[in-house]
């Protein structure tokens, strides 16, 4: 599966983006989908994920629930990333993840079954 990531830029805090990601190579219905963001001299941070398969929960780190909200569409093989609310401390570069097992992606815990893509960057203004 090879994960193409757009959408990032620079935007004001308090503003919007949408991030999106295109996976390739083989559909994404069994796989859980997410993002993880790492910014400049910080670790890689779980941001949000959703489930494979019926349902398709969702999950969100604490500091971006209520503020992003994580879709996916299967018939695109693509999952989408609406952050409202942005803050400077949003800044980073986003990776979007697919593995078979969601806690990979929630607990940072990518391993050879898992793929993720090049970053795009999110930098927000104060």
């Known amino acids: 599966v090879q994960l193409q990531a757009s959408g990032g830029g620079l935007v004001q805090a308090g503003g919007s983006l949408r991030l999106s990601c295109v996976a390739s190579g083989r559909t994404i219905n069994s796989y859980a989908m997410g993002w993880i963001r790492q910014a400049p001299g910080q670790e890689r941070e779980f941001v949000a994920a959703?489930?494979?398969?019926?349902?398709?929960?969702?999950h969100y780190e604490d500091s971006v629930e209520g503020r992003f909200t994580l879709s996916r569409d299967n018939a695109k093989s693509a999952i989408y990333l609406q952050m409202n609310s942005l803050r400077p401390e949003d800044t980073a570069v986003y990776y979007c993840?697919?593995?078979?097992?969601?806690?990979?992606?929630?607990?940072?815990?990518?391993?050879?079954?898992?793929?993720w893509g090049k970053g795009t960057q999110v930098t927000v203004s104060s």
């Open positions: 993840a697919a593995s078979p097992f969601l806690h990979h992606i929630r607990e940072l815990s990518l391993t050879t079954d898992d793929y």
């Open positions: 959703i489930s494979q398969g019926g349902g398709w929960s969702t």
